[in-house]
């Protein structure tokens, strides 16, 4: 179910380009957020990296869409150059597995809860759990019995969202139009029901417990942009919905 990556083509048509942006952003924060490993810093500090998010930022800054991510996106920007410049790869990746161990899984209550169900419910596997399962199966995935994981891990679920939108992609290459309106109906009803209210308090948790400004910047950057899918993508799909049921 991994996205294909963080690349962005600069040939597609403007629909397809925006779709591509999204999925930029759900395969950036499903891996940003979780566990961290040397894979997630030689991305950050390579070359391709800093060439999309600059992409990005101008991109957002002309469109005048939310000039608070395009602020956001050059202060992350800004901050992974001065740690390329200052620092080896290996310490800056021990200081983030230190903090995120420490928000994550050993701090008394937990700072940072991981699932959407202990954010809803209080526990693990819960009602959220099996309806978060359910739309992956509706995708057509399914979750392995032995995974390591809960499903309704926070890098899961946008995981999903990144999946969700690199089929849309393909469906508006291929004009199938039927194909679009359910993955576009699943990503309404993954965003508004379980990702939204879950990642938004997620990330509010983690700019206030984080000590360190990758994760504040991180966490700032994640508050961007699911508003920025609320206000504008989801939105608009919903409002497409409604005309089309009446």
């Known amino acids: ?5 963080w690349g962005i083509s600069p040939s597609l048509f403007i629909m397809e380009i925006k779709n591509e942006i999204r999925q930029f952003f759900y395969s950036f ?3 940003i957020l979780d566990y961290p490993k040397i894979e997630l810093i030689i991305k ?26 395009s ?11 001065g740690i390329n410049k200052a620092s080896y790869s290996e310490v800056y990746l021990l200081e983030l597995q230190k903090e ?9 209550p937990r700072l940072l809860p991981l699932f959407e169900s202990v954010y809803k419910e209080g526990k693990l596997f819960q009602d959220s759990t099996i309806k ?11 979750v392995i019995n032995n995974f390591s994981l809960p499903p309704d891990h926070i890098s899961l679920e946008l995981e999903f969202m ?3 939108c690199s089929q849309e992609t393909e469906a508006l290459a291929k004009n199938e139009f039927n194909i679009i309106e359910k993955l576009q109906k699943l990503q309404l009803q993954m965003f508004h029901d379980h990702l939204y209210p879950f990642a938004t308090e997620f990330a509010a948790r983690l700019q206030k417990y984080s000590v360190i400004d990758f994760y504040k910047l991180v966490a700032e950057l ?18 497409e919905f409604i005309i089309d049921k009446n």
């Open 132 to 142: 978060v399962v359910q739309l992956y199966r509706q995708a057509g995935l399914e």
């Open 1 to 5: 179910m991994k996205g294909e990556g």
């Open 29 to 31: 924060f499903s891996e």
């Open 71 to 81: 602020t956001n996106i050059y202060k992350f920007l800004k901050h992974i150059r």
């Open 222 to 239: 994640l508050e961007d942009f699911m508003i920025l899918e609320k206000d504008c993508y989801f939105l608009k799909l919903q409002a």
């Open 44 to 69: 950050l500090f390579s070359n391709e990296f800093s060439k999309n998010i600059t992409f990005l930022k101008e991109f957002f800054k002309n469109e005048k869409i939310n000039s608070k991510i």
């Open 100 to 108: 995120y161990t420490r928000l994550c899984h050993v701090s008394k």
């Open 162 to 164: 990144a999946y969700l």
